[in-house]
Every structure is written in C-alpha cells, then in structure tokens.
C-alpha cells in the first residue's frame, strides 16, 4: 500500500535511560530514574516509538556487532546454508536467503483473504533481504541452528553474548516503562512477565545493494510495513538507516535517521493488548525508493540488527486492570503468546 515518507516537521523523541544503568538509590525515591521513565512512556504513548540513548551498549560495541553480521552475510551462500532456516515459521532460527521470509501486515492479509493461496499472493512482491535468527541457548522450545565454527570461527561465543547482553538491557527498558506508569507490585510482576530471558530473538539482517535497472524492472520490497508481535523491539542500524515509522494518527512515515550510539524502540502487539491500546503497536518499515529517485549506481547494501524481547511461548498474556474503565473498555482477550503467533507468522514461511 502507497504511503507517504518524508523526515516531517515532527521528529522521533529520544529518551536518555543512563539513570537507570548504575543508581543506589530505587525507585520511587529516585527522581532521574522517575523523570526517565515517564519521558519513555510519554513517547511511546503518542508515537509507538522513540529513539533510545544512555542504555549500555556503546558505538564501539555496535559497530562490532554489525561487523560480524557483514562477515557472516559476506559468506558463499552454500556456506551460510549450512545453518539452514527449517521450512516453517517455527523454529524461528539459522539463515534465510534472499526471498524466503515474507513479512506482511494484517491489511495485507485481508487483502489477499479471498484468493485460494494466500501464501502465494503474499509473495508476488519478494522481500529483498537475508537474516539469521538467533536465540537463547536455553531455550526448551527453538534451538539454534549455528553455522560450523570453522565456517565463521568465534561467531557462535560472540552471538551467544550479544544475545545476553541485549537481553539485559531489555529488562533495563522494560522496568523503566514499568516505573513510567507507575507500577508497583503484582501489576509490575505482570509487566515484568512480558519478557523472557530465554525466548528473546536476536536477528541480523542484510538488505542487499539494488541497481537501478532493477528497481525500474521487477516488483521488489525490503521490509513491507507491519507490526512485530512481540513485546518491543530494539533495532541498531547501519549508518545507511532506511528504517521508517508510521504515526499512529496518519499514513506518514518517519524516516529514522541513524545516530551514533542510540537504537529504535518500537511497541509490539503484546505491550498493545497489555495496556489496552494505551500503547500501540508500532507499524514500520524499510521501503524500496523509487526508481526516479535513485543514482545511476543504485541503492546501497543496508544492516540492521533488531533484538524482539518477548514472553514465554507459553505465557499468557492479558490486559492489566489498570487500564480498564468504562470509558476504555477491555478490547482484548486473554492470549497464549505461541498461540498468537502461530496465528500472524503462518504465512511468513513457505513448506516448499
């Protein structure tokens, strides 16, 4: 669907969550972490998303981690297919080629619902990208699938602590959004509970460069708009950017520009039906330019590194009290997070 992209008069807010990295003192006595915390919420509140800075995770690290992720997508493809994605959207793990995972939104769904293979129709426009998936190593329901080491010596240590470190500063984000809204107790456990250390997922993607000649010939996407179904999303990317951000009361896109040492977060489906659209989930994107737009040498390669912090497969996932009254009525029932996504992924994956 056509939708209009410009950096508009109205720019992505950046929140500084430093206080919330090393502070004797807890909340609610600790006005900076409580000053943070509502500037978090406030942002996510009106937008869905916000540029995040003071989270742990130095420029120096990022740029390591996406120098890892050029190594691994610089491989032979024969190479890189030995850590192959299974046929279906679970286990969620190892590589996809250039075309193999289709990403859609609901409209999109709705669009294609009356045509005999929607899987099918979903595909006419190919995503032009490859990703590796990677999770916790404890994980009872996806295990890894990791490339031989002496393919890409040291990348399985070097994911593997990426993957924790992520992790923590999820927790880190997700707590601040807890003291944001005043949260204490059993309805901050609750909050809590939207994150599982060991079924967060890890990804590395690579948007190949693209000539002109075939911008202007075939029917190609990078990442069509849609929602992640998860909790939030945290998203480093390259300085090549390209990430755009809908605001929830339009059709504009906000392009992302990239910033030394911040990531893009963005609310996913569960934190939407936990707060009862108090949040919503953010729809966004990475759009192919259009041709007449584009120089003779056409569009550069992009990398990004998106980390979705997620419940337990098995969690179930209700709206907190909190946000139910009679002027905001409970709009969600109860869902088993596999079971949800099982619903929106099946589609994303072809059998053959």
């Not at 008069?9 to 502070?23: K, M």
């Not at 740029?63 to 890892?68: F, Q, S, V």
Request: charged content about 20%.
């Amino acid at each position: 669907m056509p939708y209009q992209s410009h950096t508009g008069a109205r720019a992505i807010p950046t929140v500084d969550l430093s206080p919330f990295l090393d502070s004797a003192v807890p909340p609610p006595q600790n006005h900076d972490q409580l000053q943070a915390g509502r500037s978090l919420v406030q942002a996510l509140h009106y937008l869905g998303f916000v540029e995040v800075i003071g989270h742990g995770i130095s420029q120096g690290e990022i740029d390591e981690a996406l120098t890892w992720t050029k190594k691994l997508f610089a491989l032979p493809y024969a190479e890189k297919m030995k850590a192959p994605h299974p046929p279906g959207p679970i286990p969620h793990r190892g590589y996809s080629g250039i075309g193999k995972e289709k990403v859609y939104s609901r409209d999109d769904v709705k669009t294609h619902g009356n045509e005999i293979d929607v899987g099918q129709s979903l595909r006419k426009i190919s995503d032009f990208k490859e990703s590796y998936e990677i999770g916790s190593e404890i994980d009872p329901v996806q295990q890894n699938i990791w490339l031989p080491d002496d393919v890409l010596p040291d990348f399985r240590s070097y994911m593997t602590t990426l993957y924790e470190k992520l992790a923590k500063v999820g927790k880190m984000v997700l707590h601040a959004i807890g003291i944001g809204l005043g949260l204490d107790g059993p309805a901050l456990t609750s909050l809590m509970d939207l994150m599982s250390d060991r079924h967060c997922q890890l990804r590395l993607l690579h948007y190949p460069a693209i000539g002109k000649e075939k911008l202007q010939n075939e029917l190609l996407a990078r990442l069509p708009a849609h929602h992640d179904w998860g909790t939030f999303t945290m998203l480093f990317q390259d300085s090549q950017g390209g990430l755009e951000l809908k605001e929830p009361t339009g059709q504009t896109f906000l392009k992302a520009k990239p910033r030394d040492g911040a990531f893009l977060l963005n609310i996913g489906d569960m934190l939407q039906r936990f707060t009862n659209d108090y949040f919503i989930s953010a729809v966004h994107a990475v759009s192919v330019p259009n041709p007449d737009s584009v120089p003779p040498s056409g569009v550069p390669p992009r990398y990004s590194i998106p980390f979705f912090v997620c419940p337990d497969f098995s969690h179930t996932v209700s709206t907190l009290p909190k946000f139910v009254n009679d002027a905001t009525p409970a709009k969600y029932e109860p869902v088993r997070f596999d079971q949800y996504g099982s619903m929106v992924s099946q589609y994303q994956y072809q059998e053959n």
